[in-house]
């Protein structure tokens, strides 16, 4: 199993819908959970970060976290063709020193 | 700009070369990373310092290593390059808990012929 994982997508929505991008996780004392955004051949840029269960709300951005079910997701509300790009979910494991953890990411396309 | 930079943005190397790669931050943060990423694959983590003076291996290790030169640099060398490592490879940096993420730097295209 994996410590991270995601669907690769890609997932393709029409302008204006609700982008649902999930992740699980299978360390339960992981602490920090974050979304990335990469365009293609571009560096990822941190989007959301989320610390505690419940929503996180940023803008047209949501991040919600489960720990009991081990799952964080990404909602974006009122998607435009700009947020077509790879989501990176990533996890901070439990005494591990910072490091993150990477899922492979979900490829959104947003049509318009 | 306050940022990660990493040199070269892209290079060719044969099989058996040796090269490093370089990268500088300058927003004062104590841990930095070397990443590989690969199709399908996600970033993996290959080495990384926690604070100046210590570097830890990572997931994918083999085949390199790297040099905390002081709070700034984080470099890493190939020994002898290998198809295998043909790759996009990211240094990224953050303060010693993550709590803002990490920051990236632009990346390194390299391609081991």
């Known amino acids: 199993q994996k410590e991270v994982e995601q669907n690769s997508g890609p997932l393709s929505v029409p302008e204006g819908a609700i982008a649902s991008l999930n992740c699980t996780y299978s360390d339960r004392g992981s602490q920090s959970f974050f979304w990335y955004r990469q365009y293609s051949g571009k560096s990822p840029e941190l989007i959301m970060s989320?610390?505690?269960?419940g929503d996180k709300e940023d803008g047209r951005f949501t991040a919600q976290l489960n720990k009991a079910s081990q799952y964080v997701s990404l909602l974006i509300r009122d998607s435009q063709p700009s947020d077509s790009a790879t989501y990176l979910c990533?996890?901070?494991?439990?005494?591990?020193?910072?490091?993150?953890?990477f899922g492979q990411g979900t490829e959104l396309s947003v049509k318009p | 700009n306050a940022g990660v930079t990493q040199t070269p943005k892209f290079q060719v190397l044969k099989t058996g070369q040796s090269m490093t790669l370089q990268c500088a931050q300058d927003?004062?943060?104590?841990?930095m990373y070397w990443y590989r990423q690969d199709p399908g694959m996600g970033l993996r983590l290959i080495y990384y310092s926690a604070s100046e003076g210590t570097t830890d291996k990572g997931e994918v290790p083999n085949g390199y290593n790297v040099s905390r030169l002081n709070k700034r640099e984080f470099s890493l060398r190939l020994e002898s390059a290998a198809p295998s490592q043909t790759s996009v490879y990211f240094c990224?940096?953050?303060?010693?808990?993550?709590?803002?993420?990490?920051?990236f730097g632009s990346g390194t295209r390299l391609t081991v012929v």
């Open positions: 927003m004062n943060h104590n841990s």
């Open positions: 990224a940096s953050s303060e010693v808990t993550p709590s803002r993420g990490y920051t």
């Open positions: 990533a996890v901070s494991p439990y005494n591990q020193g910072g490091k993150l953890i």
């Open positions: 989320i610390y505690s269960n």
